[in-house]
């Protein structure tokens, strides 16, 4: 991780590369290929990147990790995998900092670095896979806390008019795993960098049931927070390594507050949580367990044994199976409970071969000086 002062390095020129497989980008590692790709590295490279697709009626569609995506057979368009990199300090006071960070850095990477430098506040999100660019798109959360509290501004080249623009916290209407980058304005914004507002002052958030449990009888700090919840999350987790799967596979429901009380009248043991808003929330853990999903395998997925909501692809080759499964699982809750599961990760592409406009095998993209201007 790269802390700088100020300033910024200037990109290489980009060559997008046509008919490039993702099964190696993402963690589901279903069989899908992009149309044409490259790796964004430098902010600068970004305006560029978009006058080519632009001249060529091509969309973008930007990639992290790939932790949170089903990636069907093809992507059509340019895929920009985004590994742009550097930490810079806008500005501190007694009590705070505030990083821009860029969207390739890892997340649990900078999780670390700011409890190791004393910037406290991301710690109950340690161990999320993925990058910090798509941090702010499903609002990540985890252990009482959301990323959005932290988050004063997302800067982002609006994919719409090529412009770079800066959208502070309230522009981007975070919510529950949502955000205008996944929901409203899904597609319209390429993800630069993130800016965070972080506490000097080390007071840990441990509110949330488990980490009580873990920290009882002790007077935690936030370095205590952040090696509870890596313990517990390698505890509950299946590891994507060994059983590749994106964390959570369905979103906990949100049902009206009706809807709430006929479910626990026909089932009175079953956990609900109301929310600040008139939603109450359900756990789709405990909705799939009882449908018996917990360990069972169908059409080569599995719901996992360790926990019901991680879905684990034992061998589907591409999405078309996967998410075949899926709508099988779907269903069953649904038939017992009346209630449709929504998926958490996004699904990205097309499972038809068909493909738009064909530029040449290979497009060259010059890098810019951030004003459009090709270098
Ligand atoms: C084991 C495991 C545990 C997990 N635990 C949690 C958890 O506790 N809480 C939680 O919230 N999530 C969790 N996740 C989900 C995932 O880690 C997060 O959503 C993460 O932020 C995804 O990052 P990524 O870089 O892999 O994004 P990708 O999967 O590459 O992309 C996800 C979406 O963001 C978009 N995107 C990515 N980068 C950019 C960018 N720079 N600009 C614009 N759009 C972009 C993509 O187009 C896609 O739509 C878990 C996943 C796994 C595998």
Not at 1 to 13: E, F, K, L, N
Not at 82 to 97: D, F, H, I, Q
Not at 146 to 154: G, N, P, Y
Request: proline share 5%; with cysteine; charged share 15%.
């Amino acid at each position: 991780m790269i802390w700088r002062v100020s300033g910024h390095c200037q990109g290489r020129i980009l060559i997008p590369e046509a008919d490039v497989s993702l099964t190696e980008h993402h963690y589901l590692g279903l069989q899908s290929s992009a149309q044409y790709y490259c790796v964004l590295t430098d902010d600068s490279q970004a305006q560029s990147l978009w006058h080519w697709a632009n001249s060529h009626h091509m969309s973008i569609t930007p990639l992290g990790s790939g932790s949170n995506v089903v990636l069907q057979a093809r992507l059509p368009g340019l895929v920009v995998h985004v590994k742009n990199r550097g930490v810079t300090l806008l500005s501190e006071t007694a009590t705070s900092v505030e990083l821009r960070v860029a969207a390739g850095e890892n997340w649990h990477e900078l999780v670390m670095t700011c409890v190791t430098k004393g910037y406290f506040g991301l710690e109950n999100l340690a161990l999320i896979p993925g990058t910090v660019g798509a941090a702010p798109v499903q609002n990540i959360g985890a252990y009482g806390v959301e990323v959005c509290r932290h988050i004063t501004a997302v800067n982002v080249l609006d994919l719409a008019s090529g412009a770079p623009l800066r959208l502070d916290n309230g522009a981007c209407d975070f919510r529950y795993r949502d955000s205008i980058f996944k929901s409203r304005e899904r597609g319209r914004y390429l993800i630069l960098s993130v800016d965070f507002v972080l506490s000097k002052i080390d007071q840990p958030q441990v509110e949330y049931p488990p980490l009580v449990e873990a920290l009882t009888g002790r007077s935690a700090t936030g370095r205590d927070v952040l090696n509870a919840v890596v313990a517990l999350r390698r505890e509950k987790l299946p590891d994507p390594e060994q059983q590749p799967n994106v964390g959570s596979f369905f979103k906990n429901p949100q049902v009206s507050p009706d809807v709430a009380a006929s479910l626990i009248q026909a089932w009175p043991y079953m956990p609900q949580f109301p929310g600040a808003d008139t939603w109450v929330k359900l756990s789709a853990a405990w909705l799939l367990e009882h449908c018996g999903w917990r360990g069972r395998s169908i059409g080569g997925v599995m719901m996992s044994a360790q926990h019901a909501l991680v879905l684990v692809n034992q061998s589907a080759i591409d999405a078309n199976a996967l998410l075949s499964a899926v709508e099988t699982i779907v269903a069953s809750v649904e038939a017992t409970f009346g209630v449709r599961l929504v998926m958490e990760p996004d699904v990205l592409g097309t499972s038809e071969a068909t493909m738009g406009s064909q530029p040449s095998e290979r497009g060259t993209i010059m890098a810019t000086d951030g004003n459009g201007t090709v270098g």
